[in-house]
């Protein structure tokens, strides 16, 4: 019997049980339907698999139930994270968006096949959109027998899921989008071992990763050190993925911290990054700041240069802080930690999900009225602040204070630092609450036509022609600039793992990762 994954700890729901009987759950999580008839909307639903059955759920209420048996099989995007579930003569068809996928598919076909003792049809398309596949609802009551695909395309699921799921399908949505890019950089190194640094000391410690100033033949580099055990856990292996893959990928653009190559150890992830020794704006900005409007406009320059550079390449950046931007030796930004960034389609689309720091967040992201690029040019406001007041703007003594004030409080300033009127037009129409109101639609070039800028050669900031007022001091060891709790704190055993026991369950999943 296939494993059980309840994602959303449906198992312990009473309204899930109550919808449900007392059939048994094999799998849940959060997924995207496209809407039959308007395919460029996405539904947000739980999806939930038993035994008897699949559920299409908006919340914990049921919207659909599809018996196992009343599957006919499954077409998967090979460009792209959709897939369509396939109706019997009596079922018409789903079109849904997941990184999931193949997981669902491997369910479905073990229960399908031990209630049918048959296989689901399976097909791949060498096309991101699936809908011209699709057999509504009204086209089914019409034609019982219509299916809108070729059998001599049909393949074996058997193959599919034994290999898993390697037949060049992408596992994050949309990264079709950087596919040359991240194929042309990739740097894997499958001989590597830590055995070939030195580890100097603990420069960062993050929610996913640890990062180590080490040693390596001669030159100082950062390793960012993941557990593998820990991401399986919180499902986090799609998404430092992705990390990987922008890591990978421009590798000439200077703003951005690029992978030097990477590899594998029987219980972590070790990303090779350059070393920044300036440090993190954010230790930077305790030191020496508040900043001045001058120096403030220098550092939101290199930030919206970057931002926009991102939105360029179809990436939402959504953790813009001072701790993500560190200063390279000639004390400009370089930005790091891709973990909550998403690929978009187009720049109006939509995402539900919280995430990010949360002085930083958004209020659409807040509200879950869904964000888009317009959520980063917020978080830009809200860094400009906080260079020239030394805090953000919104910050209260919980988390709920917090959100509720950049929900709905007004910007107040203090009296004690004097900026123009200027600048608090410049940070006013960053942090306008209304999405279509707010400056940066136009990017760049929107960003830096502001009078904020009126003193600043941005076309020699962006090609980093000029020396900037402050430079972090550097000493011997490169450490001066890193939190000492850190750098006096113990190395860890680099093989240890969060739970060895799980290691064997959830190795498979990294092969992404060896390539």
């Not at 420069?203 to 180590?212: A, D, E, L, M, R």
């Not at 608090?424 to 609450?433: A, H, P, Q, R, S």
């Not at 900031?461 to 704190?489: C, G, H, L, R, W």
Request: hydrophobic share 35%; aromatic share 12%.
């Amino acid at each position: 019997m296939v494993e059980r994954i309840d994602n959303l700890n449906f198992e312990n729901e009473e309204e899930i049980k109550q919808e449900i009987g007392d059939e048994t759950i094999y799998f849940s999580d959060k997924i995207q339907k496209i809407r039959n008839g308007l395919f460029n909307k996405h539904q947000d639903r739980n999806f939930l698999i038993t035994d008897k059955a699949i559920y299409n759920l908006k919340g914990k209420k049921v919207k659909r139930r599809i018996e196992i048996e009343k599957i006919k099989g499954i077409t998967i995007s090979k460009i792209s994270d959709q897939f369509i579930l396939h109706g019997n003569s009596e079922e018409y068809d789903y079109l849904f968006i997941s990184t999931k996928r193949f997981q669902i598919i491997k369910v479905l076909q073990t229960l399908f096949n031990e209630i049918t003792n048959k296989d689901l049809i399976f097909t791949i398309k060498n096309e991101k959109e699936l809908k011209k596949y699709i057999v509504g609802k009204d086209e089914r009551k019409k034609q019982a027998t219509l299916f809108k695909l070729d059998p001599k395309d049909f393949m074996s699921v058997r193959e599919y899921i034994e290999s898993n799921g390697s037949m060049s399908i992408n596992t994050h949505p949309n990264t079709y989008k950087l596919e040359s890019e991240f194929l042309r950089n990739k740097k894997y190194k499958g001989d590597e071992s830590l055995d070939n640094f030195e580890i100097i000391c603990l420069i960062g410690k993050g929610n996913t990763s640890n990062v180590y100033l080490a040693n390596y033949s001669g030159q100082n580099v950062a390793l960012k050190v993941f557990d593998k055990v820990f991401l399986y856990q919180n499902n986090l292996i799609d998404k430092i993925l992705l990390e990987k893959n922008i890591l990978c990928s421009f590798q000439e653009e200077k703003f951005l911290c690029h992978m030097k190559f990477y590899f594998t150890t029987d219980t972590k992830i070790v990303f090779v990054l350059p070393f920044y020794p300036g440090g993190d704006l954010f230790n930077f900005l305790q030191n020496h700041g508040p900043f001045d409007e001058e120096t403030t406009a220098f550092y939101i320059t290199q930030v919206a240069y970057i931002i926009s550079f991102l939105h360029s390449k179809n990436i939402l950046y959504r953790d813009v802080k001072p701790e993500n931007f560190l200063i390279d030796e000639n004390g400009y930004l370089v930005l790091i930690d891709f973990g909550s960034c998403k690929i978009f389609e187009e720049k109006c689309e939509l995402s539900s999900s919280f995430c990010g720091s949360i002085d930083y967040v958004s209020p659409e992201m807040i509200s879950g009225e869904g964000h888009n690029l317009m959520t980063d040019w917020w978080s830009v406001g809200i860094l400009t602040y906080e260079l020239l007041f030394g805090v953000p703007p919104f910050h209260g003594s919980s988390t709920e204070r917090t959100l509720d004030l950049i929900s709905n409080s007004i910007i107040s300033y203090d009296s004690k630092i004097h900026i123009t009127s200027v600048t608090k037009d410049f940070i006013t129409k960053l942090l306008n609450k209304k999405i279509k109101e707010r400056i940066g639609q136009g990017g760049f070039q929107e960003i830096t036509k502001h009078h904020f800028f009126q003193g600043c050669s941005y076309n020699n900031i962006v090609n980093q022609k000029i020396t900037p007022n402050a430079m972090p001091e550097i000493n011997e060891d490169y450490t001066n600039n890193f939190d000492k709790m850190f750098i006096n704190s113990n190395i860890e055993d680099f093989e240890q793992s969060s739970d060895p026991s799980l290691f064997d369950d959830c190795a498979h999943l990294f092969k992404e990762f060896e390539k």
